[in-house]
């Protein structure tokens, strides 16, 4: 079973500082997705990388796929107190192109003060 | 927008009790699975669906069986609910592979005492 290692696991930041997340594994995954999760909800989908070395920007939010696809970024610039939440990396299983199975890390909690 | 639901949103059952958690999509996806949430675990793939009639194991099955007969629902039970079960569980739907994403049902949260 392939392994999502993400860190840190806590990050707590004042408004407007910049932050990185990152997802790492020692495995190579076809894609990888990250979600924002709220207290009380499901985690929803940010973005989806399938390339290696692929950049998506979501207005602040900057995603890379590593060039090996073995790992993974997020950089929130000038984070607002709206960030708030549980950020979550999920890779799909090498071979898993038929089931759709997604291995997710253990998440990180963001929390940003005003 | 509730195009997944999930039935009841909590629960409270006691030791050695079924449960039976619901998951209902009004989306027509294929792909149906369930996870559950556990500090320092993250979401751990309980058992999943590639259509009717056609379930798999994940990571974590003991315990757990589920049931798909129809496209639009998909059952977890817990066949006698030990503490360890105790949890938030998601349901989530794919449209046909995973690089789409997923889209979570909000949780049921179930205490087993």
């Known amino acids: 079973t392939q392994l999502l ?24 995954f076809s894609s990888l997705q990250w979600y924002r999760q709220e207290p009380g909800e499901g985690p929803v989908l940010l973005v989806t990388v399938v390339t290696g070395g692929e950049v998506k920007k979501l ?23 709206g960030d708030t939440g549980l950020y979550l990396c999920a890779g799909m299983e090498a071979g898993s192109s038929n089931t759709g199975k997604l291995i997710f890390g253990q998440g990180t909690t963001l929390q940003v003060k005003p | 927008d509730a195009g997944i639901t999930q039935s009841p949103r909590h629960k409270v059952t006691e030791t050695g009790t079924p449960v039976t958690l619901r998951c209902h999509q009004t989306e027509n996806h294929r792909y149906m699975y369930w996870y559950r949430q556990d500090p320092g675990h993250g979401l751990r793939l309980i058992h999943y669906s590639y259509g009717v009639k056609d379930t798999d194991k994940g990571e974590v099955s003991d315990g757990y069986s589920v049931s798909r007969s129809k496209t639009e629902d998909f059952l977890l039970t817990l066949e006698s609910a030990t503490s360890s079960q105790t949890s938030v569980y998601f349901c989530a739907i794919s449209e046909t592979f995973a690089n789409y994403g997923y889209t ?10």
């Open chain 1, 5 to 28: 290692e993400q860190s840190p696991q806590f990050l707590s930041i004042q408004e407007g500082e910049n932050l990185t997340v990152y997802c790492n594994s020692s495995s190579v």
């Open chain 1, 59 to 81: 207005k602040r939010l900057t995603f890379q796929f590593g060039d090996a696809r073995k790992d993974s970024s997020l950089h929130i610039t000038a984070a607002q107190p």
């Open chain 2, 104 to 113: 979570f049902g909000s949780g049921t949260r179930l205490t087993v005492v």
